[in-house]
């Protein structure tokens, strides 16, 4: 008797804290599913479940009720949430950007430069993609320029993204020539005041 007490003790209290983990994996800055660079994978202990790529759901059975499990994705930061957790958000640390030709995908632009702003901020490799960290920000505008192409500007939405360009003459505008720091001019040495001549002492009258 005391044995199939405990068997069934143990087998309530396993199933009281069991849970059945179900959940959805977002783009933080979008709040699309994540799957594009690759999808998300759930990981608790030595088991993994891989998310929907297409809609970033996932379902994780037999999970203890209060443990938290690792979720990672291409491109994003790491995350550690409870079972319990149905939505979770993760943060884009870079975004990976592959260029070619308008009409020709299999011709890559290579050395492309992206700018933000008035600063470049990468240069494309031969195979015409590079990785850009840190995260250029949500719906940040980066300009592509290449020798040949008309320039084109674009959104950053997600953690990759593939772009075509016109060949044409509508190239970028040069980037401003930073303005040199003046150097500082070395300061005078200061003078030395002249020492003053000892007064004589006063001769003693005989």
């Given amino acids: 008797m005391p044995i199939v007490l405990i068997f069934v003790a143990t087998l309530i209290g396993g199933w009281l804290n069991g849970v059945e983990m179900r959940g959805r994996v977002l783009d933080d800055s ?22 929907d790529p297409s809609t970033g759901t996932f379902t994780f059975p037999d999970l203890p009720r209060e443990s938290k499990v690792a979720v990672d994705a291409p491109g994003y930061l790491r995350q550690s949430v ?5 939505e979770i958000r993760m ?27 008035t600063a470049s901020v990468a240069t494309l ?17 980066l300009l592509i320029c290449a ?6 500007e674009i959104t950053v939405h997600g953690v990759v993204g593939t772009f075509e360009l016109t060949p044409g003459t509508n190239a970028c505008p040069p980037l401003p020539t930073p303005t040199p720091v003046p150097s500082p001019s070395p300061s005078a040495a200061p003078s030395e ?7 004589p002492s006063p001769t003693a009258s005989p």
Avoid: C, M, W
């Fill in 147 to 152: 020798v040949g192409y008309d320039q084109k």
């Fill in 193 to 199: 005041s002249p020492s003053a001549s000892p007064t």
């Fill in 125 to 141: 490799n031969d195979s015409g993609n590079q990785v850009i960290s840190p995260y250029p920000g949500k719906d940040a505008k």
């Fill in 30 to 51: 979008s709040g699309e599913p994540i799957g594009t660079a690759g999808p998300a994978k759930v990981t608790h202990g030595a088991r993994t479940v891989i998310a």
């Fill in 91 to 117: 943060a884009p640390l870079s975004f990976t950007i592959q260029v070619n030709e308008a009409g020709n995908p299999d011709k890559h632009i290579a050395k492309a430069d992206i700018r933000q702003g």
């Fill in 82 to 86: 409870p079972t319990t957790q149905e």
